[in-house]
């Protein structure tokens, strides 16, 4: 069984950095890409989730967001199997339910995520 849980939520302030985790198990971590994705709240109902970031197998691709470019910061663990995002200079926008997912392809791609966690909520305060 397949299982993504993410870690590291809570509340922090504009300016603030926070780190969040995810831990994989299930799969062949080093053969899956992952990205990370939120979704703000108060948009339940478009069920869309906003790319944030994601990683290749190796960890020596990323893509990151232009709204997170220079402020956010992707990485993974394979040893671990666990990726995480490294948040820097936050805004109150950053404020989200944050998902980590996992997809077969190669590169750090922005769909295709064949599995997911269950989120983690932070909050950015003013």
């Known amino acids: 069984q397949v299982q993504l849980a993410e870690s590291g939520g809570g509340l922090v302030q504009a300016g603030g950095s926070l780190k969040l985790s995810c831990a994989v198990s299930?799969?062949?971590?080093?053969?899956?890409?992952m990205g990370w994705f939120r979704q703000t709240p108060g948009k339940e109902r478009e069920l869309k989730r906003e790319?944030?970031?994601?990683?290749?197998?190796?960890?020596?691709?990323?893509n990151h967001a232009d709204s997170v470019k220079g402020r956010f910061t992707i990485s993974r663990d394979n040893a671990k199997n666990t990726v995480y995002l490294q948040m820097d200079s936050l805004k109150p926008e950053d404020t989200a339910v944050y998902y980590c997912?996992?997809?077969?392809?190669?590169?750090?791609?922005?769909?295709?995520?064949?599995?997911w966690g269950q989120g983690t909520q932070f909050t950015v305060s003013s």
């Open positions: 299930g799969l062949t971590f080093s053969r899956f890409a």
């Open positions: 997912a996992a997809s077969p392809k190669p590169g750090p791609v922005k769909v295709g995520y064949d599995y």
């Open positions: 790319f944030v970031a994601s990683i290749g197998w190796s960890g020596g691709a990323t």
